[in-house]
């Protein structure tokens, strides 16, 4: 079959963010998404409403029933919701439950885009940094990398990332200025591996992070390489941001949500 990636998310009933994104970025990329779902958010396309995480024993009885199935050939997390259930993938990493040098695609995910929280943001980021070694790569936004580093220049919080055992570290800077152009940094082995330089769009994206963060996950479970699965998944999450959905025409500040089935799937 397929190789399939594990993704732990939660769910967004608006279907911009979330595992519903995982699922179809994942199968865009040509894997088969399997999802280990961590929470049942309230959300619309513009805003959190509030959230229920699922407890760690239910989220541990949904990853087992598919490791004891399915060829898992990468894992992607996103939102985790509680410490509990951070903890709980750091324990399948530790005991080998998830294979050794599996591909893990960590989107540390503490903040909505629009926003609203998605989990008590102190206790979070202190759980997720037991996952940092098991990290192939993590995507996150600014305030997620300052606040996982602990620091404020971007290349230092890269490199500080590395240092705790992460492999890779992709950012982009567009949550630090409202206009411009966005740069897009690429670390491997706390080196500047590639550095782009993204035109930015009109609007706000729901769901653009977990997107990319899984099409990523997809083209690894696939056997490519780090750089060219951030380069192809870079090139079709551009596609999907150009051709958004527009849930609210008449209100410039709304944010779209990404289309993911505008573009053709690769051939393998
Ligand atoms: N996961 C869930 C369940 C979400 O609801 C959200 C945002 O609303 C995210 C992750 C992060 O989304 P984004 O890709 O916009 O950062």
């Known amino acids: 079959m397929r190789p399939v990636v594990l993704c732990f998310s939660g769910l967004d009933p608006s279907g911009g963010a979330g595992l519903q994104a995982d699922i179809e970025s994942i199968g865009q990329a040509y894997a088969h998404a399997a999802v280990a779902c ?38 992607k997390s996103g939102m985790l ?47 997720f940094k037991q996952l940092l070694p098991y990290a192939t790569i993590i995507t996150p936004n600014t305030h997620e990398l300052r606040a996982l580093a602990g620091l404020d220049d971007l290349h230092d919080c890269a490199k500080a990332l590395n240092d705790a055992g992460v492999k890779a570290v992709l950012v982009k800077t567009s949550h630090d200025f409202d206009e411009g152009d966005i740069q897009q940094f690429l670390y491997i082995d706390g080196q500047i ?33 780090l750089m060219s699965a951030v380069m192809r998944a870079d090139d079709w999450i551009a596609k999907t941001l150009h051709h958004a ?12 949500i990404p289309n993911r089935f505008y573009t053709t799937p690769y051939q393998r």
């Open 38 to 75: 961590t929470a049942i958010t309230v959300q619309s396309s513009q805003a959190v409403f509030g959230f229920e995480a699922v407890s760690c024993e239910l989220l541990k009885a949904q990853a087992i029933a598919v490791l004891d199935d399915l060829p898992v050939k990468a894992i």
């Open 81 to 127: 919701g509680t410490v509990d259930n951070i903890n709980l993938l750091a324990e399948l990493f530790r005991t080998g439950r998830i294979a050794p040098d599996t591909p893990f695609v960590l989107d540390p995910v503490l903040v909505a885009n629009s926003g609203g929280s998605l989990g008590d943001k102190d206790t979070l980021v202190t759980a």
């Open 193 to 225: 591996a590639h550095t782009s330089i993204i035109t930015r769009l009109d609007g706000e994206f729901h769901g653009s992070g977990c997107s990319l963060a899984s099409h990523i996950a997809g083209r690894l479970a696939m056997g490519d390489d």
């Open 245 to 256: 959905d527009t849930p609210h025409p008449n209100n410039p500040k709304a944010q779209l």
